[in-house]
């Protein structure tokens, strides 16, 4: 569980939800048309724009920023690597085929492999680099559904106002008609606001991180199994592979 992502959601609701008691009561807040306009209009406007497998996985994707897959750290990921690279110079690559097919990481297993059963460099380069470009993309893609719920939410809350605005003036010799039309116009806009900074931009940002942080541990992987199948000195593989984490965090299993 991602403890800052909760935390943030669940302060955005408190002190929304808190102010909005303070007020005139949360119920002055709920009001259908509007939450049919902004709702009901931003997610047809999201079937249109995506796949529908996209759309169902939409809560799927929306954990993953609450609650991302557990994740191997660099600094283990590295003395793992490291090892396996002193294997190698000790024993020869082969000896790497029992923990390879042991290996829990998939990238890390598909690349030792690889290594293993002696394919060239450049061919496990490419390889390994297409399953990232590839998994980059699929996660731009979900991450970018949130982004633009966030837009088309914005925009339907504008369509709201204009549409509660012209309901208003049309009955301006109705003032039993004017409350109404005022909160769909002024609440469309509140829901549109609330969707893109609270399921929107943010979701999208954090889902961006996370892929980050996956593309770094491939790039490590991917740097790793070229050293070790290069046969490098291990000191030198440790200490090209530690450069991607911050100095303060880097620790040496040779010191």
């Avoid at 024993?91 to 097919?101: F, M, Q, W, Y």
Wanted: proline share 4%; net charge negative.
């Amino acid at each position: 569980m991602d403890l800052g992502s909760v935390i943030g959601m669940v302060m955005i609701l408190v002190l929304l939800l808190g102010a909005m008691s303070m007020g005139v009561g949360v119920a002055a807040y709920l009001d259908i048309p509007s939450v049919l306009i902004v709702f009901g209009g931003s997610i047809g406007a999201l079937m249109i724009a995506f796949k529908m497998e996209q759309i169902k996985s939409m809560v799927k994707i929306f954990l993953i920023a609450v609650k991302p897959p557990a994740v191997e750290d660099l600094q283990s990921l590295i003395q793992k690597l490291v090892n396996y690279s002193m294997k190698a110079r000790r024993d020869g690559i082969l000896s790497l085929e029992t923990d390879a097919n042991a290996e829990e990481n998939d990238f890390l297993k598909k690349g030792l492999l690889m290594a293993v059963d002696g394919n060239e460099p450049d061919t496990i380069r490419e390889l390994l680099e297409i399953d990232m470009e590839q998994t980059t993309e699929r996660h731009r893609i979900n991450a970018s559904i949130f982004g633009k719920w966030g837009e088309i939410a914005g925009a339907f809350g504008m369509l709201g106002t204009l549409i509660g605005l012209v309901a208003m003036l049309v009955n301006m010799s109705d003032p039993s008609a004017i409350g109404p039309a005022m909160a769909v116009a002024l609440l469309t806009t509140f829901y549109g606001a609330f969707i893109g900074n609270f399921f929107g931009a943010p979701v999208e940002n954090i889902l961006g991180l996370r892929s980050s942080d996956e593309m770094t541990t491939k790039t490590v992987v991917i740097e790793g199994i070229m050293s070790i199948q290069a046969g490098d000195n291990p000191r030198m593989l440790e200490a090209k592979l530690l450069s991607f984490i911050a100095p303060n965090d880097r620790v040496s299993q040779f010191e």
